[in-house]
């Protein structure tokens, strides 16, 4: 029942930006620890960043740290993933996932519920 939508995606220059958001619905959110991953082509799921349920602790991956956000809003069942500087290497389906049993953590394999992903394309 539970349902994960992300949106946001689109094409942007490389030094852009854009904010993606995940929408839960079916189960509140603050069950979840949430994280992001990416799938560029020919490559496989990568972990993006993570936010504990309660929005204190986050993790990212060290490709995008210091230019990625993750941010959560429990009351309004929403995920966002602010990416600034981008860069074309950013280039990769975006899949919002919840886990229900971890904190942070960047295993693929610890996420129990995902969305069906949100492309972004950064252009050179």
């Known amino acids: 029942q539970v349902q994960l939508l992300e949106s946001g995606g689109g094409l942007v220059q490389a030094g852009g930006f854009l904010r993606l958001s995940c929408a839960v619905s079916?189960?509140?959110?603050?069950?979840?620890?949430m994280g992001w991953f990416r799938q560029a082509p020919g490559k496989e799921r990568e972990f993006v960043a993570n936010?504990?349920?309660?929005?204190?602790?986050?993790y990212y991956a060290d490709s995008v740290k210091g230019r990625f956000t993750i941010s959560r809003d429990n009351a309004k069942n929403t995920v966002h993933l602010q990416m600034n500087s981008l860069k074309p290497e950013d280039t990769a389906i975006y899949y919002c996932?919840?886990?229900?049993?971890?904190?942070?953590?960047?295993?693929?394999?610890?996420?129990?519920?995902w969305g069906q992903g949100t492309q972004v394309t950064v252009s050179s």
């Open positions: 936010i504990n349920r309660s929005g204190g602790s986050t």
């Open positions: 079916g189960r509140s959110l603050s069950s979840y620890s």
């Open positions: 996932a919840g886990s229900t049993d971890y904190g942070n953590s960047f295993y693929v394999n610890s996420y129990d519920v």
